[in-house]
Each structure stands twice: as structure tokens, then as C-alpha cells.
């Protein structure tokens, strides 16, 4: 299985960004998919969730409400939008394959991350 994820880059507080991932490998519809996030110095975090087909979503609390997860099961991908970013948003962004089909499942498959830079 494989996660590549794409979208990462330098941008302002306030500005918006989009993240995909594409995965391959296995039936993508039938697991669940997630976005976690690292920034120097700190351990990797969670920030969304989704269960295979999509209504299903989980978000931690520090991006609720100005990041959307979302998943289009005919491309094999699933996005992260993110907007309103704030300096404290910088980190590398990995995204990562479920191993079940719930939005709360476990992940085994994690991509190689995209940088995301929020200057003040």
C-alpha cells in the first residue's frame, strides 16, 4: 500500500491550503483515512479522520471548525482543506491509511508528508 501525499507549502496566517492524498495498493473505499501532523521538536498529532464512504468524520480540537476532511473514493483520495491557518498550524503533514473502515480505526500505512509553513 501506498500514500503520497501533496499540496504542502509556504503560505500566511489567515490564507487557505488544500491537501490531497492518493493511495494505492488496496481497495481505497473500504478503509477509513487520516491526516496527522508534526512540527519540530514535538510528537506527531492528530488532526482528522474519515470512515470509507465519507460520513463520517473525527477532528481534534485544535482544528475543528477551520479544517474539512473529505474523501473522493472514484480517485483514491482524500483531502484536507485547511483554512484560517495560524502560525501554530506549521508542521509536516502526513496522511495516513486505516486499517479498518471506521473513521476511529487504527492507521498502517503512512505517506512521506507535505510541508505546510504558516508565517504571522
Known amino acids: 500500500v501506498q500514500v503520497v501525499e501533496s499540496g504542502g507549502g509556504l503560505v500566511q496566517a489567515g490564507d487557505s491550503l488544500r491537501l490531497s492524498c492518493v493511495s494505492s495498493g488496496r481497495t481505497f473505499r473500504n478503509y477509513g483515512m487520516g491526516w496527522f501532523r508534526q512540527a519540530p521538536g514535538k510528537e506527531r498529532d492528530f488532526v482528522a479522520s474519515i470512515n470509507w464512504n465519507g460520513y463520517n468524520t473525527n477532528y481534534a480540537d485544535s482544528v475543528e471548525g477551520r479544517f474539512t476532511i473529505s474523501r473522493d473514493n472514484a480517485q483514491n483520495t482524500v483531502y484536507l482543506q485547511m483554512n484560517s491557518l495560524k502560525p501554530e498550524d506549521t508542521a509536516l503533514y502526513y496522511c495516513?491509511?486505516?486499517?479498518?473502515?471506521?473513521?476511529?480505526?487504527?492507521?498502517?500505512?503512512w505517506g512521506q508528508g507535505t510541508q505546510v509553513t504558516v508565517s504571522s
Open positions: 495516513a491509511g486505516g486499517r479498518g473502515a471506521s473513521a476511529y480505526t487504527d492507521f498502517d500505512y
